[in-house]
């Protein structure tokens, strides 16, 4: 079964700084990845995704993520912090076949940004 | 597109009394729903996958008997929690995949905080 390790619970930058959240996988396939951001009371919204191709992937609100097979990894960067980026986010990994697919979560890691 | 609603946005019962969460799909058909629990600071976690017409699979340590799921329609999946107590209180977050779309796409509706006093 395909499942995704989010290191770190809690993350704090600097406004302006790089933000890196740390996700790592398992899959005996080719796996399907996601980050998903979650604000206070509400709702996922879908920042980016990887399927197949190019292994760099841009999302939205300036975030992106590296899908390094030899590393296991599908870590989420941002050059530059925005104290509108405080949240909390979540990795995610498709898990089953076709019709019996589901997305199955990580831990998440919230994301504070000092003034 | 691609939206899903959840109603309601809050609900607070008694203890012992059931609750009727509704997930609808506004501008697509969904054959797959799927229904998630989040405790406060938690992660996401699945309940149980329904599939319109037919019996919803549950993931392993879910009473499928207290959290009854109905999805009758292909743009309207239901679940209700029975007999509800304080431990229930939670986060509930549906999400629905496009009939005939990809394998993978899920899109979340916005959740239903449920307080159980």
């Known amino acids: 079964a395909q499942s995704v390790t989010q290191l770190g619970s809690h993350v704090s930058v600097s406004e302006g700084a790089l933000v890196l959240l740390r996700c790592n996988y398992s899959?005996?396939?080719?796996?399907?990845l996601f980050w998903y951001v979650q604000y206070p009371n509400q709702g996922l919204q879908l920042l980016l995704k990887y399927t197949t191709g190019a292994t760099l992937v841009k999302g939205i609100n300036g975030f992106e993520a590296e899908f390094k097979k030899s590393e296991t990894s599908f870590h989420l960067t941002k050059p530059s912090a925005h104290m509108s980026d405080a949240a909390e986010y979540f990795c995610?990994?498709?898990?089953?076949?076709?019709?019996?697919?589901?997305?199955?979560f990580g831990s998440g890691t919230r994301l504070s940004i000092r003034p | 597109g691609a939206v899903v609603s959840q109603h309601p946005s809050w609900v607070i019962c008694k203890s012992g009394t059931s609750v009727k969460i509704e997930c609808r799909s506004l501008d697509f058909q969904a054959t797959t729903m799927f229904w998630y629990r989040q405790f406060p600071k938690q992660s996401l976690m699945l309940m149980a996958t329904?599939?319109?017409?037919?019996?919803?699979?549950?993931e392993q340590g879910v009473e499928k008997d207290k959290f009854l799921i109905n999805h009758a329609s292909l743009t309207l999946s239901t679940l209700t929690v029975t007999s509800a107590h304080p431990e229930d209180s939670s986060f509930y977050i549906c999400?629905?995949?496009?009939?005939?779309?990809?394998?993978?796409?899920?899109?979340f509706g916005p959740g239903t905080r449920l307080t159980v006093t």
């Open positions: 329904s599939n319109e017409g037919s019996k919803a699979t549950y």
């Open positions: 899959s005996s396939v080719p796996p399907y």
């Open positions: 995610a990994v498709k898990s089953g076949d076709s019709s019996a697919s589901k997305i199955i």
């Open positions: 999400s629905a995949r496009v009939s005939g779309g990809s394998s993978y796409e899920q899109y």
